[in-house]
């Protein structure tokens, strides 16, 4: 049921874990989630809606020293630390050797956008490359799929990691779903055969089941190497971004299929006077129908939408947020590569 992987040698004067994990997986099976859960705030969107996530996003938790947790040892399967690759560990558990304390470390969680087939447009072709490309130089990747299901776009993600020699957990998410645990453990036997995963970890990204866990073997497979940022940075985007991607994230949730693969938003300004932060965002939507309908009747649903975003705001930025949202008409812009562009999709 697991493959011990590779445990990283420790050079002398490093006493810190660092590297990149990549959570790839089909649309919808929780990965933003699991971030989100794992940096303790929301840096990347969410909805019941597949292809929520559009972009490449890092999100970054770095862990001082003294509060690291210890690392799951492969054979033993007990706490671990930054001298493990250095120690020859017994078979038996009485002559273990007393470790040092735990070591700092800095996780760089690569979030992508789900995998998937069909989608035609160039908008399709946009998400897939982001996320066939993140899980390229990796140090681990986290294999996220839903519970006891095995789609065939599961087998898709499945074939492009067989290609990428890395190391693989299996992360079996929303297990708090399933009524009948005894079902778990033949299909951990079954999905076991399809690859030569790391571990086979059941989780539920929602309530933080077994979450705790999946970071210690994360961490196990990382690299000793010197932190890559600051240990106060939780992500790589800025401010702007998040803003506009939490503008998306309200229309999302609040028109269901009507809308959400027909809509982008961009900020137009983005500015702080006299401890206010003012926002205008724009929306796109490819049809003068869509544009009356991100409206609403007399400006309902924009008003909703704009209250629910401003809201988040002010609780991630720490300020007081003027938002202003306006909607407008780009014909076509998903199925045209340099309108993606001029929109912010550029996975160069």
């Known amino acids: 049921?697991?493959?011990?992987?590779?445990?990283?040698?420790q050079p002398k004067n490093v006493a810190s874990r660092c590297g990149y994990a990549a959570i790839i997986g089909r649309p919808n099976v929780g990965k933003s989630t699991l971030l989100n859960h794992i940096l303790g705030q929301k840096i990347s969107i969410t909805s019941r809606r597949?292809?929520?996530?559009?972009?490449?996003i890092l999100g970054i938790k770095t862990t001082p020293e003294a509060a690291a947790p210890g690392v799951l040892n492969p054979s033993l399967r007990s706490p671990a630390t930054?001298?493990?690759a250095q120690v020859p560990w017994a078979q038996d558990a009485q002559e273990r050797p007393t470790l040092a304390h735990?070591?700092?470390?800095?996780?760089?969680?690569?979030?992508?956008?789900?995998?998937?087939?069909?989608?035609k447009r160039a908008m399709n072709r946009y998400m897939n490359r982001v996320a066939a490309s993140s899980i390229k130089d990796v140090d681990v990747a986290l294999f996220v799929v839903e519970g006891l299901r095995w789609t065939p776009e599961d087998?898709?993600?499945?074939?492009?990691?067989k290609k990428e020699n890395i190391p693989v957990i299996l992360v079996v998410n929303k297990v708090d779903k399933i009524t009948d645990k005894e079902t778990l453990l033949p299909h951990f036997q079954k999905v076991s055969g399809y690859m030569d995963f790391v571990q086979i970890i059941p989780i539920s990204a929602r309530h933080g089941t077994n979450v705790e866990a999946l970071e210690q073997e994360i961490l196990r497979l990382l690299p000793f190497a010197p932190h890559m940022y600051p240990e106060d940075q939780v992500t790589d985007?800025?401010?702007?971004?998040?803003?506009?991607?939490?503008?998306?994230?309200k229309?999302?949730?609040?028109?269901?299929?009507?809308?959400?693969?027909?809509?982008?938003?961009?900020?137009?300004?983005?500015?702080?006077?006299?401890?206010?932060?003012?926002?205008?965002a724009l929306i796109w939507?490819?049809?003068?129908?869509?544009?009356?309908?991100?409206?609403?009747?007399?400006?309902?649903?924009?008003k909703e939408v704009g209250t629910q975003a401003r809201q988040d705001m002010e609780r991630i930025f720490d300020n007081k947020v003027f938002l202003t949202l306006w909607v407008k008409v780009k014909e076509g812009w998903s199925e045209d590569e340099r309108a993606l562009r001029s929109l912010g999709y550029d996975d160069t």
């Open 251 to 280: 229309l999302t949730r609040r028109l269901g299929q009507e809308v959400p693969h027909s809509l982008t938003v961009s900020i137009e300004q983005f500015s702080e006077e006299a401890g206010i932060t003012n926002i205008t």
């Open 285 to 302: 939507v490819e049809k003068p129908g869509q544009k009356s309908i991100v409206i609403g009747k007399d400006g309902s649903v924009l």
């Open 1 to 9: 049921m697991k493959n011990p992987g590779k445990n990283p040698t």
């Open 237 to 249: 985007r800025s401010e702007r971004f998040l803003a506009a991607e939490l503008v998306r994230e």
């Open 82 to 84: 930054c001298m493990d």
């Open 102 to 119: 735990p070591c700092a470390s800095q996780v760089i969680y690569v979030d992508t956008p789900g995998l998937h087939r069909g989608g």
């Open 155 to 161: 087998q898709d993600v499945l074939e492009r990691l």
């Open 50 to 56: 597949p292809q929520t996530t559009r972009h490449r």
